[in-house]
């Protein structure tokens, strides 16, 4: 399962808007254990692929850089990226680019209303879809 803060939530569906018809990506920090993650900050990347329309890509040095950004106080938890026309799951070229498993990969699909799926990459294994819950902000 992964969990996200309501502004956290908020924050990768209002990139993947602002971004389309490009792809956005970016990295998100939290807290990770047992399965289980909740998203609490939400670091946005500059897409470098050559086609932004329909690929998404993180400069290696900005990843670095973003991770450790993170991990100043956080677990990295995972990746997100959009798919302005969809689909909703990871596409091949996602699976043949993963390469942080145990980490969460989530998709913000735009075709419609927004939906935000999530998939914990298991290495050779592929991924594995994830429940996702978004916390209310508290009052």
């Not at 670091?43 to 850089?65: G, W």
Request: glycine share 12%; aromatic share 8%; charged share 30%.
């Amino acid at each position: 399962m992964i969990e996200f803060e309501r502004d956290a939530y908020d924050a990768v569906v209002r990139h993947a808007r602002e971004g389309a018809p490009n792809e956005v990506c970016g990295v998100l920090g939290g807290e990770c254990g047992g399965g289980r993650s909740r998203v609490r900050t939400v670091r946005r990347a500059e897409n470098a692929a050559e086609d932004p329309e329909t690929r998404y890509a993180i400069d290696p040095a900005e990843a670095i850089e973003l991770i450790e950004r993170i991990e100043e106080g956080e677990d990295l938890v995972g990746f997100y990226h959009s798919h302005p026309a969809g689909p909703t799951g990871p596409s091949e070229t996602d699976a043949e680019r993963a390469a942080w498993p145990g980490k969460s990969y989530v998709i913000v699909a735009l075709d419609g209303e927004p939906f935000v799926g999530a998939w914990r990459w298991n290495g050779e294994a592929g991924f594995e879809g994830e429940t996702v819950r978004v916390i209310p902000r508290e009052r």
